[in-house]
Each structure stands twice: as C-alpha cells, then as structure tokens.
C-alpha cells in the first residue's frame, strides 16, 4: 500500500469512497476526462485528466500510487497497453467488476445454487476478459460487484417508475457505503490476484421486495411483462471475512432497514426545517 491514491472513472460509488480514502491515505487523486468541469467539488491538486481512450494522458497518472478502477475494462487490448504504460504490476490495483461475470449456465434449480468466487466466469463476455488479463497477469484484486443502491440509486424509485416488478427473479444488493468500505479494505488487506464477491448476503426476489415496499410504504408495483431468468445467488464470506481484517463489517445487512434511512433522509431534502 501507497501513500497516495488515484481513482480511475469518479461516478456514483467513487464519490462515496472519497472521503472515507482521505481518511487513510495522505493524497488521494481522482480522474475526468474533463476534470475542471466535472471535479469541482475536488481541490485542484486533486483532479487528474485521464481519458482510458486517449494513451497521451496516461502519464498524467502520478507514478507509485495504488489504484481503484471504476469503469469496465475494455477492450482488452488497451487494457494491456495501459497495464504495461502504467507498470500495474508494482501497484496495489482494485478493479471493480460485476457478479455478471458469472456464468448463467443452462440450470433450472430454483432456487439457483449459492455463487462463491469458485463459480464459472462467462470468458466470452469483453469486459470478464479485461478483469481476468488485470487480476492474473498484473496481480490485480478483483470485486465482483452485485446490484449498488443508496441515496439517489433507491430500489423504491426503481419500482414506482416500472423499472422492476414482481417477478420470481433473485437479486443480489449492496449498499454503496459497504461497497465503499469493501474498495478501501481490499487496497489494505486484499490478496493481489484474489477475487471477492460483493453483496450483502441476503438474495431476494423482486417479489418478496415489491411486497414488502408496497406494504411498508404504499408504493404500488407491476408484474414484470416478460419471463424472468432465475437470477443467482452470491457467497459473500470472503467480504465479510475481508471486512473483518480491516478492522469493520456490513452496516447495511438489512435491506429494508436501508430503505427506511434513504426514504427518511430523502423527505428531510425535499421538506427542509422552515
């Protein structure tokens, strides 16, 4: 581990992970393409212009920092010039990835069987390919990400507008504060080249959550128009045990707990005190 740090792709999960870098590195740097107009909120010093598709900005990357890759890595090719531009080797690399590099497979268990970091990877899938050239040849850690939500990304939202609905589907969450806290746990205490599952633990269906939300807060939902695959159901020991070696754990182990402190903070934005 570095003292510095530099944030590769700054959208929804970077900006939670941010403050909580500062916390324990010394400098911690993030990226835009345009960084004065999108890094406002960042101190000068801070922002980096980097565009993955443009090798002239590479060097702009400060050499012997760690880095947190937040976008897919693809196409493979620029992966690999990158990863040798930048001397990936000699850094600690978290790249967050997603539990769609599982593959589906022709299974009709139901409900699916438990995925752990053992299960088999879609290799024909372009951005599995970029993850697994990082992790096996540039000692990259691996997160495969389920399903982020929090303020601003609200499951409920995602219901009340038909984005979801009632369906027999399983689907793995978590909560950008955990998953924020699993990035800088990783870059501490993760093993280069290891995988580790991102989730909560508890797999749910849309039905049972579009129940619970119209029960709970009046939110009406709508049957799912088309047939729904299974889904999957995501292991996340090895978080949690990665978790602990850094000295936390999950705050937000309950969905529907979760839900509640959005719902409440989002009425305090929309109703200030007067």
């Known amino acids: 581990m570095h003292h510095s740090l530099a944030i590769l792709g700054f959208g929804y999960t970077a900006k939670f992970f941010l403050p909580l870098a500062e916390q324990h590195y010394a400098q911690v740097f993030a990226s835009s393409r345009d960084p004065d107009r999108h890094l ?7 922002r ?30 620029l992966v690999q010039q990158f990863a040798e531009t930048a001397a990936l080797r000699s850094r600690r690399l978290v ?9 589906d497979g022709p299974s009709t268990e139901y409900p699916p ?37 929090g303020p601003r990304r ?18 793995n969450l978590i909560h950008v504060e955990d998953l924020a806290a699993t990035c800088l746990a990783a870059l501490r205490q993760g093993e280069q080249g290891e995988i580790y599952n991102v989730s909560d633990g508890t797999p749910r269906t849309w039905e049972e959550i579009c129940r619970t939300v119209e029960r709970r807060w009046a ?9 729904q695959p299974m889904g999957k159901r995501i292991a996340n020991q090895r978080m949690c045990e990665l978790l602990k070696t850094d000295g936390v754990s999950l705050r937000y182990e309950d969905l529907y707990h979760a839900l509640a402190q959005i719902q409440e903070a989002s009425l305090n934005v929309a109703e200030p005190l007067r």
């Open 40 to 46: 406002l909120g960042l101190r000068k010093e801070q």
């Open 219 to 227: 939110v009406r939902s709508s049957v799912s128009p088309e047939p």
């Open 154 to 171: 609200n499951p409920i939202d995602w219901i009340r507008t038909g984005r979801v609905g009632r369906s027999q589907k399983f689907v």
């Open 113 to 149: 069987p438990w995925i752990d970091e053992t299960a088999t990877i879609d290799s024909r899938k372009p951005r599995v390919q970029g993850e697994e050239l990082l992790r096996t040849s540039y000692g990259a850690i691996t997160l495969r990400v389920s399903g982020i939500y």
């Open 48 to 77: 980096i212009k980097f565009d993955f598709t443009q090798p002239e900005t590479w060097p702009l990357l400060p050499p012997a920092i760690d880095l947190l890759w937040c976008f897919p890595a693809v196409p493979i090719e």
């Open 95 to 103: 790249v967050l990835g997603s539990t769609s590099a599982y593959d």
